[in-house]
């Protein structure tokens, strides 16, 4: 039988009669189906109100309730806690590289900022002759003088190969970059300023008007995604419906993972990497899956978030920082996303 063996000697599980004395296995693994044990009974009545609020009681307030009602959604509002919700989707996505592996990183913003413009440009270009300049191109590379599109904006028109970029360029970067940091054996402070850098030089990209990225500017002036107006009533509630799916479902996937085998493996890592070790397993794997992962994650809420440099910018992984940290980081609690709500309520208020 398999039981947990803390640092301290301590032995976490269920004990289980077994010949020749008393076995512990995991409490996790005792009874009943083991998605039905990735939260509490409390957790679960929470989950279940937060999917009610968010998928039937946000809509109806919003589109069946009339604005001068005194409970009625406004717009601004929906958008404000849509931005919200991105954000604390990035919470999420720190607190399984830091809060449980103990990796610091200071370059989540690049994944958030990559996921953003990818996205941004299918939008851009969705956009067709309404623009200022009622050209094939997006009016800041008119106004720049670009005459066609950079080769890395190529089939950017469909929304399947964007939705792609969304999810494969922030986790290549993410792969490649940490499987050299990590086999290098680069972590704590050394780790988070060479994050930082890539942020920085990043930043630098973005922010230039030759990249095809809308320098300072970013992108603007959207209209329509897959063929519905982005100002729609019910466009708006629709992409807010996703992104409040995202966010839950990267809750329960987070939890997943903290709950099971890797989850311990991980928070090993962060207690005492080189006991890993000499446990037999290698920490790189380990590292690089949940890096990877959590940069996917960052690159999924910055395509449903704001789309300009901005987001890049080397206040924003500091800020996602503040959100975890503000919220009490750990996974068993849906705390970062406090964090998240906290600090956009404050900036948009």
């Avoid at 890539?198 to 930043?203: G, L, V």
């Avoid at 996974?331 to 956009?344: E, I, M, Q, Y």
Wanted: with cysteine; hydrophobic share 50%; aromatic share 16%.
């Amino acid at each position: 039988m398999r039981f947990f063996l803390h640092a301290d000697g301590r032995r976490e599980g269920l004990g289980v009669s077994v010949p020749g004395g008393t076995a512990f296995v995991p409490v996790i693994a005792a009874g009943g189906p083991r998605f039905a044990r990735l939260l509490p009974v409390k957790g679960w009545l929470f989950y279940v109100g937060a999917a009610l609020v968010l998928f039937v009681a946000f809509p109806v307030l919003n589109l069946a309730v009339p604005p001068g009602d005194v409970l009625h959604l406004s717009d601004y509002t929906v958008t404000l806690i849509g931005k919200i919700m991105c954000y604390a989707i990035v919470a999420l996505a720190m607190d399984l590289i830091w809060g449980y592996t103990g990796i610091l990183s200071l370059g989540h913003g690049v994944f958030f900022a990559l996921g953003g413009y990818a996205m941004g440009m299918y939008l851009m270009r969705s956009i067709g002759h309404e623009g200022v300049y009622q050209s094939d191109l997006p009016d800041f590379m008119v106004f720049l003088d670009w005459k066609a599109y950079p080769w890395y904006w190529s089939f950017t028109d469909h929304f399947w190969f964007a939705a792609l970029l969304v999810v494969l360029v922030p986790g290549l970067l993410a792969f490649v970059f940490g499987y050299f940091a990590f086999r290098s054996r680069i972590k704590g402070v050394y780790f988070s300023i060479i994050t930082q850098a890539m942020t920085y030089a990043f930043m630098l990209l973005f922010f230039r008007n030759d990249t095809g990225f809308g320098g300072n500017n970013g992108f603007t002036d959207f209209k329509r995604i897959l063929g519905f107006s982005v100002t729609a009533p019910q466009t708006r509630m629709a992409l807010f419906v996703l992104t409040g799916a995202a966010l839950l479902g990267f809750l329960l996937l987070g939890r997943w993972i903290v709950t099971s085998k890797l989850g311990r493996v991980l928070t090993a890592i962060r207690d005492a990497e080189t006991r890993v070790m000499f446990s037999g397993y290698n920490p790189l794997y380990f590292k690089l899956f949940i890096w990877t992962l959590s940069a996917v994650i960052c690159g999924i809420a910055g395509a449903s978030g704001p789309r300009s440099a901005d987001a890049a910018r080397c206040s924003g992984p500091c800020s996602a920082r503040l959100w975890s940290i503000s919220g009490r980081a750990g996974l068993p609690r849906p705390c970062p996303s406090t964090g998240s709500f906290c600090w956009a309520s404050c900036s948009s208020w």
